[in-house]
């Protein structure tokens, strides 16, 4: 089947705009998880969720992100007034959790640059 | 705060050498992986090793895994000019949480 999808691929905004990425995980993936990566860096987690359980937001930077995961499948990650330090590739995974074997797969990413 | 490690951060050989790269962690874990992350593209798991392991095989890849000195190595074999990518170990506190990753090792194969 498909792997994790996520649009835009790329995404370029002014400064004090709000963007919204789109993650389409993998059918019947229970988690699903936010990261950011800085160029030349590893990988940052922003947010968590698995099932119906409350997402663990405790990686997101500051109160102007925010994500929400509808129906256990689609997630959407928003950036509010987007800063210049928010420029960053933006990485979806899912997970079917089996065996409390986490091995996640991952989306090509978003690249948001602010202008 | 990142866990794993990674080391070295660059690493550069010719086609058909061994490379390997280590990675180091805090903190106790349930198992850790593998992944490879070609350029613009999104990681791509490689090889998980729990806890209880030592050594884990996987066509021309041999992961270690050292829990008393908290630390892994990923060794690739005759290495060819399609492994060049950047490496990032993930330790996994406990199994269904989220992965850990370190810096990742950029390694460029030369032919």
């Known amino acids: 089947g498909a792997g994790v999808s996520q649009s835009p691929s790329n995404k370029v905004t002014e400064k004090g705009k709000d963007v919204e990425l789109r993650c389409d995980p993998i059918?019947?993936?229970?988690?699903l998880y936010w990261y950011r990566q800085s160029l030349g860096q590893g990988l940052e987690f922003l947010i968590y969720f698995q099932g119906n359980s409350a997402p663990d937001k405790s990686g997101l930077p500051s109160d102007r992100f925010s994500a929400e995961r509808t129906g256990g499948s689609v997630s959407t990650l928003t950036i509010q007034r987007t800063q210049q330090e928010d420029s960053a590739v933006y990485l979806c995974a899912s997970s079917p959790l089996l065996s409390a074997k986490n091995i996640q797969y991952f989306g090509a990413g978003t690249r948001l640059s602010v202008l | 705060s990142q866990q794993g490690e990674e080391d070295p951060q660059a690493l550069s050989i010719q086609e058909g050498e061994n490379a390997t790269m280590n990675c180091s962690y805090k903190t106790s874990i349930n198992n850790l992986q593998w992944y490879r992350q070609n350029s613009g593209r999104g990681l791509v798991h490689l090889i998980l090793?729990?806890?209880?392991?030592r050594e884990k095989h996987s066509g021309r890849l041999r992961v270690t895994l050292d829990t008393s000195k908290k630390s892994s190595s990923l060794l690739i074999t005759a290495s060819r000019a399609a492994d060049t990518a950047s490496y990032f170990c993930a330790t996994d506190p406990s199994g269904n949480t989220p992965l850990v990753f370190g810096k990742g090792t950029r390694l460029s194969v030369i032919a």
């Open positions: 090793i729990r806890s209880n392991e």
């Open positions: 059918s019947g993936h229970t988690a």
